[in-house]
Structure formats: structure tokens, C-alpha cells
């Protein structure tokens, strides 16, 4: 059975950095491009970053880019979301996506003093 398992997630103050993971089981990781999502209370979900199969390309949220980093390790089917200079307005719950393996239960992020 697929499945998408995160973690990581957690309370940190404005200007910190939390590293979130991902674990795939059940499909051929390697495969799929994967995703991160996040959804904030009130608001629609939205993609925050993207990765290919092999991890040539990546994509990212505009109010992202230059503070998270999305990476990709095959051997250990797992994604990464590397988080910079948290700002109150990244607080979500996160998801992962892609492959098989629909969606993950997701993991909380607050950013607050």
C-alpha cells in the first residue's frame, strides 16, 4: 500500500529554520516527480515546491524562493523541505504529494514568537 508519511514539523520563531521530510513507501519513488503542499487555517492548499524523478529541476512558491529548498534523496525514498527565515506567514500544516502515494497526513508548522 502507498503511503507518504511527514515529519518535522514543529513551533519556531520568526527567522528560524525547520527541515521537514518526507517518507515514501509502497511505489517506485524514483519515478515520480513529489511535491510539497501547505495549507494555512482559511486558506485554499497551495503548492510550495517541486522536485523531478531525478532532482534536475525544481520550482518554487514566488514568496519561497531563495528561503526554502526542496531536495530529493532515491536511496532512502524520502523528500526534504529545507525552511529558512521562517516568516509568521509560512505557518501551515504541510503535505507531501506525487507517485502513488496521495496524500500524507501532513505535519504542523507555526512560526511565532
Known amino acids: 500500500q502507498a503511503q507518504l508519511v511527514e515529519s518535522g514539523g514543529g513551533l519556531v520563531e520568526p527567522g528560524g529554520s525547520l527541515r521537514l521530510s518526507c517518507a515514501a513507501s509502497g511505489f517506485t519513488f524514483s519515478k515520480y516527480a513529489m511535491y510539497w503542499y501547505r495549507q494555512a487555517p482559511g486558506k485554499q492548499r497551495e503548492l510550495v515546491a517541486s522536485i523531478s524523478s531525478t532532482a534536475d529541476w525544481t520550482n518554487y512558491l514566488d514568496s519561497v524562493k531563495g528561503r526554502f529548498t526542496i531536495s530529493r534523496d532515491n536511496a532512502k525514498n524520502t523528500i526534504y523541505l529545507q525552511m529558512n527565515s521562517l516568516k509568521s506567514e509560512d505557518t501551515a500544516v504541510y503535505y507531501c504529494?506525487?507517485?502513488?502515494?496521495?496524500w500524507g497526513q501532513g505535519t504542523q508548522v507555526t512560526v511565532s514568537s
Open positions: 504529494t506525487g507517485g502513488l502515494g496521495g
